[in-house]
């Protein structure tokens, strides 16, 4: 039955929009650490194989933390050096390339996180760029802009602001 000139349409019933419950500081900080869990492994072996191109001896187990790097790059070693440079381009290729890809990485994944953009979406490539990016200014300050997900009413770092993300659970 056709509805009549003038007469109002039937009413539609209204589309409940999806909600998002943000993802809190701990479940956040559980799944960075399954990244660095992935990625230091592959760093030690960059740095293994970095040493043997530079010929610089191979540290003993003993001798590895994160003072032996330091103490290398303000000694000038070029194997710490290109060390360094490597696993920040490795980092930013990972959290890139999977938050771009899938809007999680996979500590995110396994811990039941999303990334998501104001409108409940995956983020485009310049989102993501400019959030991966900004992960150094969180970091800088003595990681004050992660640590910010605790106090914030929102539980967003200081690069999710930057770039308008927002890691939620999923339901």
Known sequence: MRPQPGASP???PA???ERFRAAGFWRRAAAGLVDLAILLPVCAACGLVLCLIFGQPI?????LSPDLLLAALLDGNAASEALLALSGILFFLYFFVFQAARGQTPGKQLLGLRLIDAYGARPGLLRTLVRTAAYLLSAL???LGFLWIGFDRERRALHDWVAGTYVVRLP
Do not use: M
């Not at 540290?59 to 001798?63: G, S, V």
């Open 10 to 12: 039937e009413p539609q």
């Open 15 to 17: 589309v409940e929009p």
């Open 59 to 63: 540290p003993r187990l003993a001798e």
């Open 141 to 143: 300050p003595f990681s």
